[in-house]
T-cell receptor
Framework: DTGVSQDPRHKITKRGQNVTFRCDPI?????LYWYRQTLGQGPEFLTY????????KSRLLSDRFSAERPKGSFSTLEIQRTEQGDSAMYLC?????????????FGQGTRLTVV | DQQVKQNSPSLSVQEGRISILNCDYT??????FLWYKKYPAEGPTFLIS???IKDKNEDGRFTVFLNKSAKHLSLHIVPSQPGDSAVYFC???????????WGAGTKLIIKP
């Protein structure tokens, strides 16, 4: 499978715990995005990497959230001290070129439930 | 403040007929628009896009129309097929950044 891969697919955690999600983009895609989607809404932009550089961050990304993309390949999104409001689908996407007029390819997402 | 609005949560269309999905936006700085389709338990998949310098883009059964003065775009699917049943998202971006701003989606149901 050469698509965008996200792990885990589902995560249930207790409030206050830390969680980390992984995203493996399509090989050689230099752009990588993280989005969050809640029920009945469209995805909301969280952050964007070009290679290993994190170039944009949404106001939604509080200081409890951190994302990395070491070596410009896979990426991780960590949420510290999770809150019930963090329950959502976390989507990762990648695209091949620096021109923004290129569609992004999405993974299946990680569904986080904070109890 | 929702910058991209899809006012119809759902739409039901007979197989073989035309499906028209609508999207309105408020930010006049948006200059690139995309439609994505999403099946349950899958990530969104790209369908078609349009730049603000055009008013129409066609790809097979899918056509997107852009009316900049009305800040409105629509996706036409002709003819509609059962496999088109999915949630359709409209998204937009402006020249200054790589963020996509998404609508809430419209669930399209194609009736046999």
């Amino acid at each position: 499978d050469t698509g965008v891969s996200q792990d885990p697919r589902h995560k249930i955690t207790k409030r206050g715990q830390n969680v980390t999600f992984r995203c493996d983009p399509i090989s050689e895609h230099n752009r990588l995005y993280w989005y969050r989607q809640t029920l009945g809404q469209g995805p909301e932009f969280l952050t964007y990497f070009q290679n290993e550089a994190q170039l944009e961050k949404s106001r939604l990304l509080s200081d409890r959230f951190s994302a990395e993309r070491p070596k410009g390949s896979f990426s991780t999104l960590e949420i510290q001290r999770t809150e019930q409001g963090d329950s959502a689908m976390y989507l990762c996407a990648s695209s091949p070129r620096t021109d923004r007029r290129t569609e992004a390819f999405f993974g299946q997402g990680t569904r986080l439930t904070v109890v | 403040d929702q910058q991209v609005k899809q006012n119809s949560p759902s739409l039901s269309v007979q197989e073989g007929r035309i499906s028209i999905l609508n999207c309105d936006y408020t930010n006049s700085m948006f200059d690139y628009f995309l439609w994505y389709k999403k099946y349950p338990a899958e990530g969104p998949t790209f369908l078609i896009s349009i730049s603000s310098i055009k008013d129409k883009n066609e790809d097979g059964r899918f056509t997107v129309f852009l009316n900049k003065s009305a800040k409105h775009l629509s996706l036409h699917i002709v003819p509609s097929q059962p496999g088109d049943s999915a949630v359709y998202f409209c998204a937009a971006s402006e020249d200054s950044n790589y963020q996509l701003i998404w609508g809430a989606g419209t669930k399209l149901i194609i009736k046999p």
